[in-house]
């Protein structure tokens, strides 16, 4: 597609439950990345994929936060067990290319409450 | 280890002219981005620098200093459409990192 999509637009959780979002990257562009976002504020760089491959995963929490990019699937992330602090806006990105230059395009966003 | 740091807010007029700074501290420096978001939204691209010196397009031009670490995005003859919050961002190392943002109020 001509945008990145994201779905869904928003997700309420209990404590404790799992969390998964899905990111279908524009077509042509081999660079996913996650950010959370925490009221309004500062993005924080979770992960970033080339392909299938992980890219970066050095923003990630291990314990409880994982992701993947599978051939002919949408991206997603998942959040085990989730917790009140996980509650933020999970904005998906790509780009056709890395290094010097690439723009990313960022997805509208997956709002994510944890109850 | 990188800090960004930009105003927390500013305010300024409907028409005039506003100049938003960014410094930054990284090491793998490759390049400096403004994104604008408006609330609710996902960002949207404004401009990338990598060399130094001023790029103007349109309303908006975007200066970087890579050996003072610094930045500023210039918007001129502002609208009301421009209230939004302005994120500055380093392309550092193949990872983008974002500073917290300025949010920025137009009055009439």
């Known amino acids: 597609g001509e945008e990145v999509a994201q779905t869904p637009k928003h997700l309420v959780r209990g404590e404790g439950q799992k969390a998964k979002l899905y990111c279908a990257p524009i077509?042509?562009?081999?660079?996913v990345f996650w950010y959370q976002q925490v009221l309004k504020n500062e993005f924080k760089f979770l992960i970033s994929?080339?392909?299938?491959?992980?890219?970066?995963e050095t923003g990630m929490p291990k314990e409880r936060f994982s992701a993947k990019c599978l051939p002919n699937s949408p991206c997603s992330l998942e959040i085990q067990a989730t917790k009140l602090e996980d509650s933020a806006v999970y904005f998906c990105?790509?780009?056709?290319?890395?290094?010097?230059?690439?723009?990313?395009?960022f997805g509208p966003g997956t709002r994510l409450t944890v109850l | 280890g990188q800090n960004i740091d930009q105003p927390t807010e500013m305010t300024a007029t409907e028409g005039a002219i506003v100049q938003i700074n960014c410094t930054y501290q990284t090491s793998g420096f490759n390049g400096l981005f403004w994104y604008q978001q408006h609330a609710g939204e996902a960002p949207t691209f404004l401009s990338y620098n990598v060399l130094d010196g001023l790029e103007e397009k349109g309303r908006f031009s975007s200066f970087l200093s890579r050996s003072k670490g610094y930045s500023y995005l210039l918007l001129k003859e502002l609208q009301m459409k421009d209230s939004a919050s302005y994120l500055c961002?380093?392309?550092?190392?193949?990872?983008?990192?974002f500073g917290k943002g300025t949010r920025l109020h137009i009055l009439p």
């Open positions: 961002a380093v392309n550092r190392d193949d990872k983008i990192i």
């Open positions: 077509k042509g562009h081999s660079y």
């Open positions: 990105a790509s780009s056709q290319f890395t290094g010097v230059g690439n723009e990313q395009f």
């Open positions: 994929f080339q392909n299938e491959n992980v890219f970066d």
